[in-house]
């Protein structure tokens, strides 16, 4: 099933502060974060293994509650360039790679 | 490093004609994958691999053939083109080796099937 990514779309002004959920409904393994720019292949950001360790990748960072199968990335004092695209992908057996991908929320920060 | 390379970067088809999307890494990844995106729909996985000689369907495999031959190479094959398979693909490869992980995506092929 596929998960629901929220909100479907943010706009942010330069150094505001944003979050994506993602949630399933169905038991998960992991959880994949993307970026994509348009007209360009997505960025694999991070993974989130079961056992709802929170991940940081530079001002970007994600935390997975497996109890309730969401995920939340966070964008803190977000930058131009964090505009895009953004995916989670869930994997429900491990080690399949067989991911199921949101329909993505589209990310626009303005200066 | 090229990374993951996929050719052709742009195809136009006829209905019922049949072609191979190419896919490299050099890497030395187990794990390859193809996806489609469809405006407004994600990402979806149409074959994966875990290792040479292993295939597996995703979540829309009908119409497409895949074979993993070498841990470098994972073609994906339509058979017989339709309207319905146009999309950008997308391969990509990871690794997983205990909590390390990556995965890199190609740059896409765009293909319209008329």
């Known amino acids: 099933q596929q998960p629901v990514q929220s909100p479907q779309a943010v706009i942010l002004r330069e150094g505001e502060d944003a979050v994506i959920n993602c949630s399933s409904s169905k038991a998960l393994y992991s959880v994949h974060w993307y970026r994509q720019k348009h007209g360009e292949a997505p960025v694999f950001l991070m993974i989130l293994l079961k056992g709802g360790e929170q991940k940081g990748h530079d001002k970007i960072s994600a935390s997975f509650n497996e109890k309730k199968q969401q995920s939340s990335l966070y964008l803190t004092a977000s930058q131009l360039s964090y505009s895009g695209t953004y995916f989670c992908?869930?994997?429900?057996?491990?080690?399949?790679?067989?991911?199921?991908f949101g329909k993505g929320t589209k990310l626009t920060v303005n200066p | 490093n090229a990374g993951v390379t996929q050719t052709p970067k742009f195809q136009v088809l006829k209905t019922g004609q049949s072609m191979t999307l190419q896919c490299a890494q050099d890497?030395?990844?187990?794990?390859m994958s193809w996806y489609r995106q469809d405006p407004g729909m994600g990402l979806r996985l149409i074959h994966y691999?875990?290792?040479?000689?292993?295939?597996d369907q995703g979540e829309v495999p009908n119409g497409y053939n895949v074979s993993r031959s070498t841990t470098e190479d994972f073609p994906l094959r339509l058979l017989s083109a339709a309207p319905s398979q146009t999309s950008v693909y997308f391969c990509?490869?990871?690794?997983?080796?205990?909590?390390?992980?990556?995965?890199?995506f190609g740059p896409g092929t765009r293909l319209t099937v008329t």
């Open positions: 691999s875990v290792g040479a000689g292993i295939t």
């Open positions: 990509a490869s990871s690794y997983l080796l205990a909590v390390t992980y990556e995965q890199y």
């Open positions: 890497m030395n990844h187990e794990y």
């Open positions: 992908g869930t994997e429900a057996q491990g080690g399949s790679e067989k991911l199921v």
